[in-house]
């Protein structure tokens, strides 16, 4: 590629004579016969760099200089001013207005081919910089965007799962109170029989005519009928389905509260609840692995936050749980699995303990528990999201803290603390994740 | 001959529900909440159907009914189970030797069928193995 040189005088000859010599070195030699005509060159078609006499009328030479170093994109054009010999202040004004060098006239051809060559050359330099900058921003846009994607994705996986266990959780009360409902059905069929011989008995008894048949009609029907079978298992019934119906509207409403919020916004949200409803949305993840059991402080207000994203968090870290509990199973631990959400109310925070009794962190891989992706678990298992995940809620989205304590073999505990005065009271940027171990 | 059902479900409102719905059924109705409650019954009792629940704490439904076909084969094997997944339905046909996968909530009716079916199979199959076993009883003497 050939280098465009821009010659800048408002003299023909010396014009001239640039452009001869400049071509004869290659170069592509585009000439401006005064300061307005160069800048608009200049910012038309960027030279790769500029010879720039500095007495000029109208526009002079420093004041082209100035404007060109002054434009971002056009800054880094190299500027050779031409100045005239002795004349030594505006050599000290050109290299002030940001002017790369300077030649004194008359010129000798070499000096000023040389010094061309080298403006050039720094030239080169800035556009191979700026090409990288450009291939890396696009670079990192790019990963950005998947990363944004496999988030998105783990999301929808994690839906997914919270789909079938809640699935579970409605089609069960379904299953029997349908069931109840069937036997209250043939039931009442029976009792219906009873219920009619004892109507022909009463209306007989009102006109005093009482004979053996109606007994007799009465004790057929309520022979079909196993009185203290029903007597005892009606009630039952009854209340077993409005146990189930109850459940399923608990579900129902936990479901809400989990996903029906507006997405973003920050509002006082009464934790205790909100852990409750993400505990019961997600029962089936946890029920055959481990007991959860919640322990909250009365003192802990209303705490600033978004409450999806809440719920996400306390879901990530008790699935996160889970998996270190069922891991110990599968390496043969025989305890029971335990899983405790505790609240706690601390000067100017809220605190959340997330404890298990699992596998504990192993002493490697405890800094990279928080790095998206980074999972323990088999390849195509799932994506290792859930605590980068948790992560970027606590430290990005709720200026709080997240740090984890852990025994290898003993279980691990996740505590989170959140600023109690929401985001404005804190102004610390960047992670303030810290990483404590107790071996 | 009496027969015996064997519910097996964790949550004993689902096996309530049951045994009233299956109350008038001619045979007699086990109901335990575990898979480990489940194999104590097995091996002190006769039992010809087994229905259990897939996801229970302990041992699954799956594992139960794999255990099942090791030592009780004789054993009818059903699961009924509130999400079914392909993955468990393969594993409950491949290990467990499943007959029947039903999914909450499952109609009664079919489910009585079923049961009833299985039993008359049973018997059937009982009845043929006796005969056989009489005939060469019978013709024993005579070689």
Redesign the interface.
């Known amino acids: 590629m050939t280098e465009r040189i821009l010659c800048v005088d408002d003299m023909a000859d010396i014009l001239a004579l640039l452009r001869q010599l400049l071509g004869q070195e290659g170069y592509e030699v585009v000439c401006a016969g005064s300061g307005s005509e160069a800048l608009e060159i200049i910012s038309s078609e960027p030279p790769d760099a500029i010879l720039l006499d500095v007495m000029m009328p109208g526009i002079d030479g420093i004041e082209v200089c100035r404007r060109v170093k002054a434009d971002e994109k056009l800054s880094c054009i190299p500027v050779i001013l031409l100045t005239a010999k002795g004349a030594d202040q505006d050599v000290i004004e050109g290299l002030d207005a940001g002017a790369d060098d300077y030649v004194t006239k008359p010129f000798k051809r070499e000096v000023l081919a040389a010094r061309v060559r080298s403006a050039v050359r720094v030239k080169r330099g800035y556009d191979t910089i700026a090409e990288m900058n450009a291939r890396l921003l696009a670079e990192i846009g790019e990963r950005k965007r998947r990363e944004f994607e496999l988030a998105r994705a783990h999301r929808l996986e994690s839906l997914g799962q919270l789909a079938?266990?809640i699935?579970?959780?409605i089609?069960?009360?379904?299953?029997?109170?349908?069931?109840?409902l069937?036997?209250l059905e043939?039931t009442f069929s029976g009792v219906e029989g009873v219920l009619r011989a004892v109507g022909l008995l009463l209306e007989a008894d009102r006109n005093g005519r009482i004979d053996a048949q109606h007994l007799a009609g009465l004790r057929s029907t309520a022979n079909e009928v196993d009185v203290s079978?029903v007597v005892r298992?009606v009630p039952?019934?009854i209340r077993?389905s409005r146990?189930?119906l109850r459940h399923v509207e608990r579900i129902v409403r936990a479901m809400n509260d989990f996903s029906g919020h507006d997405a973003r916004r920050k509002i006082q949200v009464d934790l205790p609840r909100t852990i409750e409803n993400t505990l019961l949305v997600c029962r089936?993840a946890w029920?055959?692995?481990a007991e959860v059991t919640t322990d909250f402080d009365p003192a802990l207000p209303p705490v600033w936050c978004v409450p999806g994203e809440f719920s996400e968090l306390i879901l990530n870290l008790v699935l996160n749980a889970v998996q270190a509990i069922a891991e110990a199973a599968r390496e043969g631990e025989a305890r029971k699995g335990r899983i405790a959400v505790r609240t706690r109310a601390l000067p100017g925070w809220a605190e959340i303990r997330v404890e298990d009794n699992g596998t504990g962190i192993p002493e490697p891989i405890r800094s990279r528990v928080f790095d998206p992706f980074f999972t323990t678990r088999e390849v195509g298992q799932a994506v290792g999201q859930g605590l980068t995940i948790a992560h970027a809620i606590v430290v990005t989205g709720h200026r709080g803290t997240i740090r984890f304590e852990t025994e290898t073999g003993r279980g691990t505990t996740f505590i989170v603390r959140l600023p109690m005065a929401g985001v404005a009271a804190k102004e610390e940027e960047g992670s303030l994740a810290e990483v404590s171990e107790t071996a | 001959m009496s027969h015996t059902v064997l519910l097996v479900d964790d949550d004993d409102r689902v096996l309530n529900g049951l045994a009233r719905t299956l109350r008038g059924q001619p045979y007699q109705i086990y109901t335990v909440k575990s898979g480990e409650e489940a194999k104590w019954v097995l091996k002190s009792q006769m039992v010809d159907v087994v229905v259990t629940d897939e996801r229970m704490p302990g041992l699954s439904g799956t594992d139960l009914l794999a255990w099942v076909a090791g030592h009780r084969p004789e054993v009818v094997r059903m699961v009924l189970t509130g999400y079914a997944t392909v993955d468990t339905a393969i594993r409950a046909i491949n290990e467990g030797g499943v007959s029947h996968f039903f999914t909450k909530p499952c109609n009664e009716f079919e489910l009585s069928v079923v049961i009833h079916k299985a039993l008359e199979q049973k018997d059937r199959l009982r009845r043929e193995k006796e005969r056989s076993n009489r005939a060469s009883d019978a013709a024993a003497p005579l070689a």
């Not at chain 1, 089609?171 to 109840?180: A, I, K, L, M």
């Open positions: 079938a266990g699935a579970h959780e089609n069960t009360p379904n299953q029997y109170v349908s069931h109840n069937r036997f043939e079978y298992e039952r019934a077993e146990d189930g089936q029920k055959e692995v």
